[in-house]
Nanobody, 115 residues
Framework: QVQLAESGGDFVQAGGSLRLSCAASGIIFAYFRMGWYRQAPGKQRESVAHITSGGNTNYADSVKGRFTISRDNAKKTVYLQMHSLKPEDTAVYFC?????????WGQGTQVTVSS
């Protein structure tokens, strides 16, 4: 059974930092492209950052320079380090694992940034 378990969401003041984690089980983690998405109330889910199996990264323009995605294949975990948080970063953050036709999602973790 595949599971992606996000953690680390919290309530923070603008300008603060958080680190999200996503622990995977039931997949050969190293083979998967891992990503973070977010969905704010009333908005569509959007891509935040991805990291390929080879370690290449990609970021949404809105988070470049503030967020860093990384992965630890030994721990089967992907991280999202977030700095200089803004109220517009408030959303539920979801972890995604993608490889060929296999596409898995976590349940999400809430990040709330107050002004």
């Amino acid at each position: 059974q595949v599971q992606l378990a996000e953690s680390g969401g919290d309530f923070v003041q603008a300008g603060g930092s958080l680190r999200l984690s996503c622990a995977a089980s039931g997949i050969i983690f190293a083979y998967f492209r891992m990503g973070w998405y977010r969905q704010a109330p009333g908005k569509q889910r959007e891509s935040v950052a991805h990291i390929t199996s080879g370690g290449n990264t990609n970021y949404a323009d809105s988070v470049k320079g503030r967020f860093t995605i990384s992965r630890d294949n030994a721990k089967k975990t992907v991280y999202l380090q977030m700095h200089s948080l803004k109220p517009e970063d408030t959303a539920v953050y979801f972890c995604n694992a993608l490889a060929n036709s296999r596409d898995y999602w976590g349940q999400g973790t809430q990040v709330t940034v107050s002004s």
